[in-house]
Nanobody, 122 residues
């Protein structure tokens, strides 16, 4: 059974930093990409950043230069370092594993974590 578990969310003041992490567990053969999405109250879920198995990274314009995604050298882990946080970064942040293939399975599918709350407020 594959699971994604996020951790590291919390309350931070504007201009502060926070790092959130996501660990995929289970019998995992490969993952095409891992990414972070966020959803603020009353808004649709939006892409924040993605890191592909090739190492290529993608960032939403709203976080470029402030957020950094990495995998800590592991295909099953994704980190998001968030600097210069703004109140508009407040949201539930979700981890997503894209094109995950478990061992012994030819099917690939996407998996989501349960989300972690990030609140930026003074």
């Amino acid at each position: 059974q594959v699971r994604l578990v996020e951790s590291g969310g919390g309350l931070v003041q504007p201009g502060g930093s926070l790092r959130i992490s996501c660990q995929a567990s289970g019998s995992i053969f490969s993952i095409n990409a891992m990414g972070w999405y966020r959803q603020a109250p009353g808004k649709e879920r939006e892409l924040v950043a993605v890191i592909r198995s090739s190492g290529n990274e993608y960032y939403a314009d709203s976080v470029k230069g402030r957020f950094t995604i990495s995998n800590d050298g592991s295909k099953d882990t994704v980190l998001l370092q968030m600097n210069s946080l703004k109140p508009e970064d407040t949201a539930v942040y979700f981890c997503k594993a894209e094109g995950l293939r478990p061992y012994g399975d030819i099917q690939m599918r996407d998996y989501w974590g349960q989300g972690t709350q990030v609140t930026v407020s003074s």
